[in-house]
Structures are given as structure tokens and as C-alpha cells.
T-cell receptor
Framework: AQTVTQSQPEMSVQEAETVTLSCTYDTSENNYYLFWYKQPPSRQMILVIRQEAYKQQNATENRFSVNFQKAAKSFSLKISDSQLGDTAMYFCAFASGGGADGLTFGKGTHLIIQP | GAVVSQHPSWVICKSGTSVKIECRSLDFQATTMFWYRQFPKQSLMLMATSNEGSKATYEQGVEKDKFLINHASLTLSTLTVTSAHPEDSSFYIC???????????????FGPGTRLTVT
């Protein structure tokens, strides 16, 4: 079974700063997917970024980028030029690549962007 | 973009009654849908995988007779909480899978969730 660990329950940064959220995972699989989801107070899950394990290049989506270290099983999210609207819970998630599996989520990091 | 809806968004029911939650993919067909449960200030926990035209696959510890899942079409999956008790009060979220797994495209899109309160 896979496990996903987010060791930062809460983080707080000033607006416009850069923040990195950490995530580690454990799996014996070689083919899988990793995700970062944002859950604002509305509780709607929003996909932030996705990484395929077979791709060496780190995924980037505008101000969001990841540092994917496959050997270390680490998948951190960097948010540049943070905005007030980035305030939310952020969940790291794992999906097996072998079939149609659900996601295994970490416990989440509550990110607060201060004005 | 892919849109998933849930109905109702909030439901209150009395202990011992059953309640049905619907999950619909509005602009795509979803062979596979998933049901998650989220307690306050906690993460999402996968409850079951719903496959169109076949029986759902439940995660360990989830009572299949209590949480009935039906995936009758490629755009609709339902979760029925039977004989609900206060401890079943939670936030239930569904998601639908787009594309193929393996080395193909793989994404899940989430519904807005249903808050269930059992009194």
C-alpha cells in the first residue's frame, strides 16, 4: 500500500513571497502519478499540478512548480509570487499507474497568505 | 473543462433513515468514479471505486452493505448511506476519471461535495 506524508500542518507567508510545501511518499511501484490539489474554504478540490513518474522533467503550471525527486520519493510544490487567493488546504496525492485507482492523499498543509 | 456535479450539496437526515447522493459527470463520460469521505479538518479517504456496469470495489474497513454504490450509466454514480447514524456525518466527495491510466492521460475531477448531517 502507498503512503503519502505531508509534514507541515500549517504554513504562513507574506503575499508575493515564495513558499514550498513538502511531500514524501512510499511505493514499490515504478509507474505512478503524483498530484497537488488545492481545497479552498468552499471545499471544492482543484487540481493544481500533476506529475507522471516516468517523466524526469518537473511539471510547471504558471506560478506553481514541483521538485520531483523519484529516488528520494519526494514531491514538493513551490508557489511563486504568492497571492491571497492561494490561501487554502493543499493536499499531495498519489495514484497508481497500473489501473483505474483512487487517490491516496496526504494529511494536507494549511497555507495562509498574509497581506 | 471537465465538470462533476453532486446533489444534494447538503442534507440532514434522521438516524436510521437512508440518504442517496448523486454524482454526475456533466460534459464527459466516466467509466470510473470514486467516492471519498472527509471528516472535519482531515484529509480525504477513499471509500470505494465505482465502475459502470459492475459492482463497486470497497476499501478495507468500508461497509459495503452500509454504503451502497450504483454506477448505472457513464455519467451517473450514486452513493446511498443506509440506516444512517450520527457517526456517518461527514463530507462526501466524488470524483470522475478522465482518460486512461497507465502511461496515458490520467486525471480525476472532483465534485463539490455533499455535507451529510445525521441527527
Amino acid at each position: 500500500a502507498q503512503t503519502v506524508t505531508q509534514s507541515q500542518p500549517e504554513m504562513s507567508v507574506q503575499e508575493a513571497e515564495t513558499v514550498t510545501l513538502s511531500c514524501t511518499y512510499d511505493t514499490s511501484e515504478n509507474n505512478y502519478y503524483l498530484f497537488w490539489y488545492k481545497q479552498p474554504p468552499s471545499r471544492q478540490m482543484i487540481l493544481v499540478i500533476r506529475q507522471e513518474a516516468y517523466k524526469q522533467q518537473n511539471a510547471t503550471e504558471n506560478r506553481f512548480s514541483v521538485n520531483f525527486q523519484k529516488a528520494a520519493k519526494s514531491f514538493s510544490l513551490k508557489i511563486s509570487d504568492s497571492q491571497l487567493g492561494d490561501t487554502a488546504m493543499y493536499f499531495c496525492a498519489f495514484a497508481s499507474g497500473g489501473g483505474a485507482d483512487g487517490l491516496t492523499f496526504g494529511k494536507g498543509t494549511h497555507l495562509i497568505i498574509q497581506p | 473543462g471537465a465538470v462533476v456535479s453532486q446533489h444534494p450539496s447538503w442534507v440532514i437526515c434522521k438516524s436510521g433513515t437512508s440518504v442517496k447522493i448523486e454524482c454526475r459527470s456533466l460534459d464527459f463520460q466516466a467509466t470510473t468514479m470514486f467516492w471519498y469521505r472527509q471528516f472535519p479538518k482531515q484529509s480525504l479517504m477513499l471509500m470505494a471505486t465505482s465502475n459502470e456496469g459492475s459492482k463497486a470495489t470497497y476499501e478495507q474497513g468500508v461497509e459495503k452493505d452500509k454504503f451502497l454504490i450504483n454506477h448505472a450509466s457513464l455519467t451517473l454514480s450514486t452513493l446511498t448511506v443506509t440506516s444512517a447514524h450520527p457517526e456517518d456525518s461527514s463530507f462526501y466527495i466524488c470524483s470522475a476519471e478522465i482518460g486512461t491510466s497507465g502511461r496515458g492521460s490520467y486525471e480525476q475531477y472532483f465534485g463539490p461535495g455533499t455535507r451529510l448531517t445525521v441527527t
